[in-house]
Nanobody
Framework: QVQLVESGGGLVQAGGSLRLSCAAS????????MGWFRQALGKERAFVAA????????NYAESVKGRFTISRDNAKNTVYLQMNSLKSEDTAVYYC????????????????????WGQGTQVTVSS
């Protein structure tokens, strides 16, 4: 079992920044690739970013490229999502998740390939 706890969400004005954190406990954190997803009201959960086990490789949804940065600290069992230049359309509940699939498979885009999920943290961007 892996327990994931997100933090860092909140209310921010458009153009502002937030950094989300996701602390993991339980099984070895570095055994999992990590992803961030978001779910806006009335919409399906959508991929935001993923990072490989070592942190050497990352991938982003087109809508956040150049604005968001995913990173991880395996010594602290934590994954981060730095969000800059926030827009109103970034408003959603943000979830971190852990997956045992190979990063090279590209399957990290899909929520059903993740084994563990956090409870989510609300991000609201006011325009």
């Amino acid at each position: 079992q892996v327990q994931l706890v997100e933090s860092g969400g909140g209310l921010v004005q458009a153009g502002g920044s937030l950094r989300l954190s996701c602390a993991a406990s339980g099984r070895t954190f570095s055994n999992y690739l990590m992803g961030w997803f978001r779910q806006a009201l009335g919409k399906e959960r959508a991929f935001v970013a993923a990072i490989s086990r070592s942190g050497a490789f990352t991938n982003y949804a087109e809508s956040v490229k150049g604005r968001f940065t995913i990173s991880r600290d395996n010594a602290k069992n934590t994954v981060y999502l730095q969000m800059n230049s926030l827009k109103s359309e970034d408003t959603a509940v943000y979830y971190c998740a852990a997956s045992s699939v190979p990063y090279a498979s590209g399957r990290y885009y899909y929520p059903h390939n993740y084994d563990y999920w956090g409870q989510g943290t609300q991000v609201t961007v006011s325009s």
